[in-house]
């Protein structure tokens, strides 16, 4: 026997074990980014973990006719005397009246007639556990009173016809125990995708041991709400550690390292799950070129900024409310005066509303997908819903169309949150989140403020009464 073919079943051996590895780690990622295939149920998730099959013969239908579809697809047409089929949680059929199979046996009904069926709204960017104006100066903080202001603003949510909400920045598991209540039916609200604690450098935007808005000294140690990382390593167990508690995006804030973002963005990749920055001026570049899913706000952008956002297929939440709030009122129960970030050491930059509008312009002409993001720190017990509306006004001012905005706060919402194949339309085969509302926000986008039914899950969640 010669030493080579000696070595040869060892090789073999090498080799099988090279291939029983390859289709391990295939095994594991496949969930994570795959579609399931027919009648493969999964989790409502970009996590997509395969769940037992249900027979779902029995439940709930719920069946709306008479309106006037506008299903949210690219190119759709308003389809006038429409019907809609819910069963369960899933839309079973959506079309002209004349080609629709209704069942026989209904369990709720809505005439539609001269109102407006569209997709559920999304809100890309929400924090339920932000503290209110008010807390700064009269009361402390803990998980609890933040479950409390996230139960709240579930509600909030659904009066405004938001049906699905990310939530990009949470206390400890907050955002997740909000999502699990919605899911379990505890509470009505919104379908709840969550990133868990931010994840950031020391000294980075969240770990500032004085407030960004008001510069004064923070009550806490921040370390129930942000997950500080240092160096590229450091930076993959942070996103490890939230993926071990289910989140289903990461959210980052600059500053940050070129390895240390790359590191993050590759390791949330690997997992299957997204990667969402708060970034500025060249962290925003140093993000784009990383793969970063998408960027929060319209802070320190540039014309290279955005082209850098293009060439690397990097969306874009402009959140632009939230900063116009800032430079225009301030926010006075905080003791915040109007202008801008003053006092703070990580927002080395001015606030400029007339920037900010010509940057997100010039996004999406230049092809970045632009989605609806509120993120109304402070005083989302009395600016919400109305500031998501505000939202909608200024990206219009921005350049987008009605049709456009409409878009963004639809289909394009669920592309973001990797969930376009269940989400963002009103669709055979997708699940049940749709709005009823008085006027065509194709006409003016402000109509949608006319919500007059929602329905979430499949759940009739608000009806005409409600919005007495
Ligand atoms: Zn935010």
């Known amino acids: 026997m010669t030493g080579q073919s000696f070595l040869e079943p060892r090789r073999t051996v090498a080799a099988i074990l090279v291939m029983l590895t390859a289709m391990l780690c295939l095994a594991v990622l496949l969930p994570a980014t795959a579609v399931a295939s027919d009648g493969l149920r999964t989790t409502d998730d970009p996590r997509r973990v395969p769940l037992p099959p249900r027979d779902d013969s029995d439940a709930p239908v719920t069946v709306i006719r008479g309106g006037t579809l506008l299903d949210g697809t690219e190119g759709m047409q308003p389809l006038a005397d429409a019907v809609v089929v819910m069963r369960g ?11 629709v199979d209704v069942p026989t046996t209904i369990d709720y009904e809505i005439d539609a007639a001269g109102l407006y069926i569209i997709p559920g709204l999304i809100d890309l960017h929400v924090h339920f556990t932000q503290q209110y104006g008010d807390d700064f100066t009269r009361y402390t903080d803990s998980d609890a009173a933040a479950a409390i202001r996230g139960v709240i603003k579930t509600g909030q949510l659904l009066d405004a016809g938001i049906t699905a909400v990310r939530d990009v920045g949470t206390r400890n598991d907050v955002a997740k125990k909000v999502k699990e209540a919605v899911q379990r039916r505890l509470i009505d609200g919104p379908r709840v995708y969550w990133s868990g604690p931010i994840i950031a450098s020391r000294s980075g935007h969240a770990d500032e041991i004085t407030s ?39 959210k980052i804030t600059a500053p940050f390292t070129r390895e240390e973002i790359a590191a993050a963005v590759d390791e949330a990749h690997m997992h299957g799950i997204p990667v969402t920055g708060d970034t500025f001026g060249r962290y925003t570049v140093w993000a784009a070129e990383a793969g970063i899913d998408s960027i929060e706000h319209p802070l320190d952008m540039s014309s290279d900024v955005i082209r850098a956002m293009a060439d690397n297929g990097t969306d874009f939440v402009p959140t632009l409310t939230a900063f116009y709030n800032v430079i225009e009122y301030g926010y006075p129960p905080a003791g915040i005066p109007a202008g801008g970030f003053f006092y703070t050491f990580s927002r080395r930059f001015e606030l400029d509303h007339e920037q900010h509008l010509e940057m997100v312009g010039l996004a999406h002409r230049s092809g970045v997908r632009i989605g609806v993001g509120s993120d109304i720190p402070f005083e989302n017990e009395w600016r919400y819903p109305e500031d998501y509306y505000t939202e909608l006004g200024l990206l219009r001012d921005a350049g987008l169309t009605d049709r456009d905005v409409f878009e963004s706060a639809t289909r394009i919402g669920a592309e973001i949150l990797k969930m376009a194949d269940r989400l963002g339309t009103v669709e055979t085969g997708k699940l049940a989140d749709l709005l009823i509302v008085a006027a065509n926000p194709l006409d003016d986008i402000q109509h949608l403020r006319e919500v007059r039914w929602v329905i979430a899950d499949g759940r009739v969640v608000r009806t005409p009464d409600d919005f007495r």
């Open 89 to 99: 949680d899933t839309i079973v059929s959506a079309g002209a009246a004349n080609e």
């Open 212 to 250: 960004t808005a008001t510069g004064r000294p923070r009550a806490d140690d921040r370390s129930h709400s942000v997950r500080v990382a240092t160096g590229p390593w450091d930076w993959r167990l942070a996103v490890r550690e939230q993926i071990r508690q289910h989140v289903d995006a990461i």
